[in-house]
């Protein structure tokens, strides 16, 4: 049997919101001033860069405003080769 160390869902959220503070913080804007600029509450902000309580569509508007789509966009297409490239094996 094979154990893989495998990260909890809830570790990867708290992983996506120290990252959403720290694009945040890296801009030089609070937390309010990012809720307003983006029509969200402070809660809401404050729960994504908690790991708690958020939806994906709202972590993708907020990675939109700070321009990191691109980024995780190009993760996306990366991972989606690697099944391909996978599949294309057997």
């Known amino acids: 049997m094979f154990f893989f160390n495998i990260e909890s869902i809830s570790e990867i959220k708290k992983d ?22 983006l029509n969200l509450s402070r809660i809401t902000i404050q729960n994504v860069e908690a790991g708690k309580n958020f939806n994906i569509d709202t972590l ?3 990675w939109q405003h700070f321009n990191e789509l691109d980024a995780l966009s190009r993760f996306l297409r990366e991972k989606i080769d690697d ?8």
């Open 60 to 62: 993708l508007l907020i």
């Open 83 to 90: 099944y391909d490239n996978f599949k294309s094996l057997y």
């Open 16 to 37: 996506l919101g120290l990252l959403t503070r720290k694009m945040r913080k890296s801009a030089k804007i609070s937390q309010d001033d990012l809720a307003v600029k």
